[in-house]
């Protein structure tokens, strides 16, 4: 049982907006749901992918991401704070990967062919192109920071 003194004092939805969203989401997810046990697969087959998906990402992909995160901090020094310059970038491109891995690894790409009519061709090169827009993008805001910083400092009076 939950001690009294962890309970808030009044319980609240939040507002109409958090709602709606939430249930976009729920239908959203719904509807994934729906679609995936119609495409010819049993809800064993996904119990099964999301079982393996999650202790993938939890004895593999966790420490290796931490680990490179903590060499990037232990890399910054006494600028930590420009670690988000390669953090945020990093983690979209990785997420981009891992969302197209199957297209971009040209693992599907017949399968892509003969349900959208389309070639899989070029998604290794798109991921690349908006990874290095990213860590571009990432690199003009960190020298702007720093152009400001350098423009807001006291002049040194010798």
């Known amino acids: 049982m939950i001690p009294r003194s962890l309970l808030p004092d009044r319980f609240t939805l939040g507002s109409p907006l958090q709602l709606l969203l939430l249930a976009c989401s729920f239908a ?6 729906v679609r995936l046990l119609a495409g010819g697969d049993t809800w064993w087959q996904v119990v099964l992918w999301f079982v393996g998906v999650a202790l993938l ?4 992909l966790l420490p290796l991401y931490s680990a490179a995160d903590r060499a990037l901090i232990g890399a910054a020094g006494r600028r930590r704070s420009y670690v988000m310059y390669v953090r945020v970038p990093a983690v979209l491109s990785g997420l981009l990967l891992l969302v197209w891995f199957p ?21 290794l090169a798109r991921w690349l192109l908006i990874t290095a827009v990213l860590f571009a ?14 423009k807001q400092r006291p002049p040194v009076v010798h």
């Open 137 to 150: 993008g990432s690199a003009l805001l960190l020298v702007r920071r720093l152009r400001r910083a350098t």
């Open 103 to 123: 297209l971009i690894s040209g693992r599907v790409a017949e399968r892509y062919l003969l349900a959208t009519g389309r070639s899989a061709d070029g998604f």
């Open 28 to 33: 959203l997810a719904g509807y994934a749901g």
């Open 57 to 60: 990402h939890d004895l593999v």
